[in-house]
């Protein structure tokens, strides 16, 4: 069974420093989405793909992350600088088109000290 | 536009029912259902759309009022692997951002 793949699993880093996350999403999709999920609350979209253009960015901090889908596959969110705030479960999801069923990822795990 | 869900948390015994609801202040098209186990990336339930069925999925189903947009998953008969944290995601548009719940924590006891 295809499934969200994403890396690392676990980061830890200190504030001020730069952090990557990576996705490649299920074979196909052309949706690709990025949440950041707070202990003990749901997902926030941070960001949202189709293909390779961003459809909606509303929510991400644009002053320290940035996120990229050149060819229109796999994608790279980043955070710089990273801050104490940002200490959070980081959700990869794709789907096959805008406004279908969501598959996520197993998340990578951010601590920053 | 964040849904609100109801209960926060569930406790039950093995072969009990519950029920979790999710209501939202916007007018829906769609309601997502996820579960999560701890640590874990959330796992897709079903989906129900504006102007479609009640979906169901072997003792897990669901529930899509519109007029009042609210939907209910209804766990009958639960088993241990149904603890978890179930969390509703609701879209506004065929083509709009999924707003997700805080989740409703169930736990299953023997």
């Known amino acids: 069974e295809a499934e969200v793949a994403q890396s690392p699993r676990y980061k830890i880093t200190e504030k001020s420093q730069a952090v990557a996350f990576w996705c490649d999403p299920i074979?196909?999709?052309?949706?690709l989405y990025w949440y950041r999920q707070i202990l003990g609350q749901g997902p926030e979209l941070l960001v949202q793909?189709?293909?390779?253009?961003?459809?909606?960015d509303s929510q991400l901090p644009k002053d320290r992350f940035s996120a990229e889908r050149l060819k229109g596959v796999d994608s790279t969110l980043k955070i710089q600088p990273a801050e104490l705030g940002d200490s959070a479960m980081y959700l990869c999801?794709?789907?096959?088109?805008?406004?279908?069923?969501?598959?996520f990822g197993p998340g990578t795990r951010l601590l920053v000290l | 536009q964040q849904p609100v869900q109801s209960p926060q948390a569930v406790i039950l015994r093995e072969g009990e029912d519950a029920v979790i609801n999710c209501s939202s202040s916007?007018?829906?098209?769609?309601v997502h259902w996820y579960r999560q186990k701890h640590g874990e990336a959330p796992v897709f339930l079903m989906i129900?759309?504006?102007?479609?069925e009640q979906k169901g999925h072997e003792k897990i189903s669901a529930s899509f009022n519109e007029k009042k947009q609210q939907s209910s998953l209804y766990l009958t008969a639960s088993q241990l692997s149904y603890s978890g944290t179930y969390f509703c995601g609701t879209g506004g548009s065929t083509l709009g951002r999924l707003y997700f719940g805080r989740g409703t924590q169930l736990t299953v006891w023997p």
């Open positions: 129900l759309l504006k102007g479609g």
């Open positions: 793909f189709q293909d390779e253009s961003v459809v909606d």
């Open positions: 074979s196909g999709h052309a949706t």
């Open positions: 999801a794709s789907s096959l088109e805008l406004g279908e069923t969501q598959y």
């Open positions: 916007k007018a829906l098209y769609s």
